[in-house]
């Protein structure tokens, strides 16, 4: 017969107390492990930004059809997108450009914001033609706003380039919030413009195969950022951030966009407007770069060029770079 010991607690399944207690501690310790995992490397969030819209120039080689417009339609996520207000008079389509925008606009997954009327580059023009630039870039949105009951509340500088120096970046940032702007921030971009044009390349000289290879690249790269830039927020806030990327409306997103959020979801992302990311707290830092060049937000709320730079050189190279040149250079020509 099994004899007990005298005056020693039981505990569950039999356990004596003592052995009770030390489980119970074990348990609580791993729950807190597995929920402080769960927070650090759970589902993420990004936000969709689309610049440089409308594309008419693809619109009226596209026989008046948005390919890009058309699909987002089928995936059902938030956009925003910045316009350009210039791109509508570009050709002689102005009529149907019109339109276009106006389709853009009604969207009802779809938020405003200003991207200048023509696309210049604040440091290079200084603050008094940019003003200008802003107020012309307004001057059809605010109408189409209007009708859709829509609002215009977040500005995204060509290029990201908020000002050759911190005096242009903060007398910028005045008259911007003065006419009661947001300015837009981004964390995540994959150079898609570039690799855009070397897709177009291909298609222009009717080789699919090497299109869709780069068109494949894209998707690979752009993952390969958006592990980067998690890795980074990780490792400097210790949690994932609500991230935004910034594409381009163009006819490389228009055949590809798709897939590229497909492999999004495939790594568990969810898909917020810009108005919920920017309710993260990260976005309430102070942004500390004052140089013309577009540069994630991760790095620009960071204390010193050096930081930026110890962590630039880990990201993933842009191996078309080179392609890009050969294939510009020899259009120069």
């Given at each position: 017969m099994f004899l007990r010991k005298k005056n020693t607690a039981v505990g569950f399944a039999g356990c004596p107390f003592d052995m009770k207690k030390q489980l119970i501690h074990q348990l609580i310790s791993l729950l807190i492990l597995v929920s402080l995992s769960y927070f650090a490397n759970g589902q993420s969030s990004v936000a969709i930004t689309i610049d440089d819209v409308p594309n008419t120039s693809n619109y009226q080689m596209g026989s008046f059809k948005s390919i890009l417009l058309n699909k987002l339609d089928s995936l059902k996520i938030p956009i925003t997108i910045f316009i350009n207000g210039g791109n509508v008079f570009r050709n002689d389509s102005v009529e149907k450009n019109f339109s276009l925008l106006n389709q853009w606009i009604k969207r009802d997954y779809i938020t405003l914001g200003n991207h200048t009327y023509s696309h210049s580059r604040y440091s290079s023009v200084g603050i008094d033609s940019f003003k200008i630039d802003v107020g012309k870039?307004?001057?059809?949105?605010?109408e189409l706003a209007l009708k859709h009951r829509k609002s215009l509340k977040y500005f995204r500088f060509p290029y990201n380039d908020l000002g050759k120096d911190s005096i242009q970046h903060q007398d910028m940032e005045k008259y911007l919030s003065s006419r009661n702007y947001t300015i837009a921030p981004y964390t995540v971009e994959s150079s898609d413009w570039m690799i855009s044009y070397i897709y177009n390349y291909y298609l222009e000289k009717k080789d699919t195969l090497k299109a869709n290879e780069i068109a494949e690249s894209y998707i690979l790269k752009t993952i390969e950022y958006f592990d980067f830039f998690d890795s980074l927020a990780l490792k400097i806030y210790g949690r994932r951030i609500k991230q935004v990327y910034l594409c381009h409306d163009n006819i490389l997103n228009g055949n590809y966009l798709p897939k590229l959020i497909n492999e999004l979801k495939k790594k568990r992302y969810t898909?917020?407007?810009?108005?919920?990311?920017?309710?993260?707290?990260?976005?309430?830092?102070?942004?500390?770069y004052y140089k013309p060049w577009g540069v994630s937000w991760l790095y620009r709320w960071m204390n010193t060029r050096e930081e930026i730079t110890s962590f630039q050189k880990h990201e993933p190279k842009d191996d078309l770079y080179d392609l890009y040149l050969q294939l510009s250079n020899q259009n120069k020509k």
């Open positions: 870039g307004e001057n059809n949105l605010h898909f917020i407007s810009l108005d919920e990311a920017l309710q993260d707290d990260v976005y309430k830092q102070e942004d500390k």
